[in-house]
């Protein structure tokens, strides 16, 4: 499936021995949540704060709090006010930097919502956002203190979640991975029909590996959040629904990335459920999809292909992996992923700095390994991927759900990158 853009950052962050965070002195066991707008144009974007919340819970990591895997093409810092020390960091891409890339952001400026969560501090804090380009400088950056207590933070009634059931329950959200899964043009007359999609997207990203052997680290939840009108709009057929987060096709013109830029619209519809990860089922036939890394994944759940698909945006989504395929025509999207920087997604390499990457899997690989005379789904370094012919490089040739729909499952290399995020999210003792 198709992802427009995506700014590249820094490869895996090594992580010192000696990092930790103590939650409970840091942190009360309650979520803040904080909408911001991107707005601006190529030339000069900027971030900035639209509302903050407590909502009741956390559901994210308690350990670990103070580094991340991928770098991301975005991050959320916490610090500590008093000692500024960083308490919290996260890791997240969004639809507004990809849009930074297209012709339209060269000619005007557009806003977009975003919203991240992070623990409530229990003393004074600074949160900053930063943007990073595909150089991974940073190019747009807000900082703001949060007082524990202010009256102005808002604390909406939680107690009457929309309709919601578990799909998939491994433990309490404290120490398991939580997914929630939102109807998108479903009406309340076909909220059978989601729960029944819903199970099948559970199924699909279930039965590939390391998700399959890692199963009781997740809690999938299906939430039903009505539309007023069946399906979602296509723009390209003139098609245009009332649906609960106005999602549609021809994303940036391309016919097949379908997303949402009513991003409060998704958190809201989640409040007073435990969630770390998001994915929305889109009513619809039409074949489309994306995935932002920490950010959802949206994708069509009646096309022969949503089997398949909705695993591979998960991927994006959940895994931080980067398309593994590329336009045979030439390349395309050359702003995407420099040539002289390595990018941040663990499964593919531009060979800047490749040790960072799959190397100790592949010691005595050809580099680049030849497609011709190699058997097929042999682990090596074959040039092409991240939308590029030349000069990006991929761990297989066809055998990965990142390159092909009918591809068995993830590679090798996918597969260990998605392993370690689950440790880092599970494993409090490393």
Avoid at 290 to 300: A, E, H, Q
Avoid at 322 to 347: K, S
Wanted: charged share 20%.
């Amino acid at each position: 499936m198709k992802k427009l853009i995506l700014s590249t950052a820094i490869a895996c962050i090594t992580v010192p021995a000696w990092a930790g965070v103590d939650f409970d002195r840091h942190f009360s066991d309650s979520t803040l949540r904080i909408d911001y707008i991107f707005s601006g144009n190529a030339a000069s974007p900027s971030v900035s704060v639209d509302k903050l919340e407590y909502q009741p819970g956390w559901a994210g990591r308690r350990h670990k709090l103070d580094y991340v895997p991928f770098e991301g093409n975005l991050q959320v810092v916490v610090k500590d006010s008093a000692s500024g020390d960083t308490i919290y960091l996260n890791s997240y891409s969004s639809l507004f930097q990809e849009w930074l890339h297209t012709p339209e952001a060269e000619q005007h400026p557009v806003s977009m919502e975003n919203t991240f969560l992070v623990p409530a501090p229990r003393h004074e804090a600074d949160v900053t956002v930063t943007l990073f380009d595909n150089r991974r400088k940073p190019m747009a950056s807000t900082t703001h203190h949060v007082t524990p207590g202010d009256i102005l933070i808002r604390r909406p009634d939680t107690t009457h979640p929309v309709e919601h059931r578990y799909l998939h329950k491994s433990g309490s959200p404290t120490d398991k991975i939580d997914v929630a899964i939102l109807a998108e043009g479903y009406t309340t007359e076909e909220m059978d029909s989601f729960y029944i999609h819903a199970e099948k997207a559970v199924a699909s990203i279930l039965s590939h590996e390391p998700f399959k052997s890692r199963a009781d680290e997740f809690n999938f939840v299906a939430v039903a959040s009505p539309s007023k009108e069946s399906g979602v709009s296509v723009p390209k057929k003139g098609q245009w629904k009332d649906t609960a987060f106005s999602s549609h096709y021809s994303t940036f013109y391309s016919d097949r990335y379908l997303t949402t830029t009513a991003v409060k619209s998704i958190h809201d519809a989640l409040r007073g459920i435990p969630y770390e990860h998001i994915i929305i089922l889109a009513n619809e036939y039409e074949y489309g999809g994306g995935g932002i890394f920490n950010f959802y994944t949206l994708t069509t759940a009646r096309n022969p292909q949503f089997w398949p698909v909705v695993t591979h945006e998960f991927g994006h989504s959940f895994g931080g992996l980067a398309d593994e395929y590329f336009y045979a025509g030439g390349d395309v999207m050359d702003e995407t992923y420099p040539l002289d920087i390595e990018p941040w997604e663990p499964n593919i390499t531009t060979l800047t700095d490749f040790q960072s990457k799959w190397a100790d899997m592949v010691p005595d690989a050809a580099i680049p390994t030849p497609t011709e005379g190699t058997p097929k789904g042999t682990l090596g370094v074959f040039e092409g991927g991240g939308y590029r012919t030349h000069g990006v490089y991929r761990p297989v040739d066809t055998t990965c759900r990142m390159r092909f729909n009918n591809a068995e499952g993830f590679c090798p290399v996918c597969q260990r990158a998605i392993s370690r995020l689950i440790d880092f999210y599970v494993n409090t003792t490393d």
